[in-house]
């Protein structure tokens, strides 16, 4: 097997998120078995998808949990307990992503009972619901501004259009990983990188993509980027990507001893 064919394949990130069928599920699970550089990539791919998670977390006051839980016992009649098991798998990563959503709606639903019920005892605090209100609303924005970056981010990591490009780590960077998503046919490239050092405010990192021998600029980036950027349209051609450091703004050709990451173009 070419191991390389299959993770640019996009199948991993399937696997990931439960995509797949039984029997593709296990053809998989075979194959991760066999070949240990795919049971990295999957951690990679794994750890990828529990960033955009974090980046869409919000952490309620500590007091919320407690009000709401409390206001639920005073008006809900005796209910009967269920035990259920819950299976854990990376193949939730959406129900994950869906979950914040519902929590914050919670939340808000509580809220917004809490401050009724405040309002008819006291119409002083009607400066203090507001300034609340307003900060669930914003919190509730924050959340869906996030989960929207992350569903477009998805919708260009599993487009077939475009292909995956793998950058391994260089000499200089033997831990640093990153990925380009490149549409042949549109010219559009996205970046993401793992493992990648912060840099110096005099300093960026820049994509290079390699078209008949000679290095095209594609943009530059900082080394805080999450989830995707996009960067600057590549022509056909390209045969290889790598990153480079650089002074700030870039510059028109690369410096070959700073290189960080590079990796070839492999099309399905």
């Known amino acids: 097997m070419n191991t390389e064919e299959y993770i640019s394949s996009g199948i991993l990130e399937s696997y990931a998120m439960g995509e797949l069928s039984v029997q593709e599920r296990d053809e998989v699970e075979k194959n991760l078995a066999q070949y240990p550089e795919l049971r990295i990539e999957l951690r990679r791919i794994e750890e990828v998808q529990e960033r955009f998670l974090k980046h869409a977390a919000i952490k309620p006051r500590t007091d919320v949990k407690i009000r709401l839980f409390e206001t639920i016992d005073r008006h809900t009649p005796t209910a009967k307990t ?30 917004a009972f809490d401050y009724h019920r405040k309002w008819e005892h006291s119409e002083n605090s009607l400066s203090e619901l ?22 477009s981010d998805l919708k260009v990591i599993d487009n077939p259009a475009f292909t995956r490009v793998v950058m391994k ?35 960026q990192y820049q994509l290079w993509a390699i078209i008949d021998g000679k290095p ?7 080394g805080d980027l999450a989830g995707l950027l996009k960067m600057k349209e590549v022509t056909k051609g390209a045969a290889t990507f790598a990153v480079t450091v650089e002074p700030r703004g870039g510059k028109p050709s690369p410096s070959l001893e700073t290189m960080q990451v590079v990796g070839n173009v492999v099309k399905g």
């Open 216 to 222: 095209v600029d594609a943009g530059v980036f900082d």
């Open 130 to 151: 507001i300034a609340q209100n307003r900060r669930v609303a914003q919190d509730y924005n924050t959340v869906n501004q996030r989960l929207d970056k992350i569903e």
């Open 82 to 111: 269920v035990s259920m098991a819950a299976e854990a798998s990376t193949a939730g990563f959406w129900k994950y992503a869906a979950a914040a959503s519902i929590a914050v709606a919670l939340v808000s639903s509580y809220m």
């Open 169 to 203: 780590g260089t000499p200089n960077a033997p831990q640093a990983t990153a990925y380009v998503y490149w549409n042949e046919t549109s010219k559009e490239v996205y970046m993401s990188i793992q493992n990648m050092k912060q840099l110096s405010k005099d300093n």
